[in-house]
């Protein structure tokens, strides 16, 4: 069973950075796209950034385009989130996911087929 454990979570000052990083175990990472999604207390857990398999496609939310950088090394099965001029409404629990399927890349909720346990994003003003 493949799992999903992300780190890099914590408290950061607007403007400030972070970079997350989200480790899958078993021997299919490279097989999948990759995603990470947020959930704000109180609202829907919402799309942040997506990346193909091979990492040559990248798309991203419009709040967080420009600011954050999805990446992912097939080697050690890992995919990393940087955040960069992190403002106080970034503020989520960011979840790592894996794509359904084999095409396809987890863009929505329905697209996702295994999440991590989340870390905690908290930007203050």
């Known amino acids: 069973q493949v799992q999903l454990v992300e780190s890099g979570g914590g408290l950061v000052q607007a403007g400030g950075s972070l970079r997350l990083s989200c480790a899958a175990s078993g021997r299919t990472f490279s097989m999948y796209g990759m995603g990470w999604f947020r959930q704000a207390p109180g609202k829907e857990r919402e799309f942040a950034a997506a990346i193909s398999r091979s990492g040559d496609s990248t798309y991203y939310a419009d709040s967080v385009k420009g600011r954050f950088t999805i990446s992912r090394d097939n080697a050690k099965n890992t995919v990393y989130l940087q955040m960069n001029s992190l403002k106080p409404e970034d503020t989520a629990v960011y979840y790592c996911?894996?794509?359904?399927?084999?095409?396809?890349?987890?863009?929505?909720?329905?697209?996702?087929?295994?999440w991590g346990q989340g870390t905690q994003v908290t930007v203050s003003s």
């Open positions: 996911a894996r794509s359904l399927t084999l095409v396809n890349l987890p863009k929505a909720y329905s697209d996702v087929q295994i």
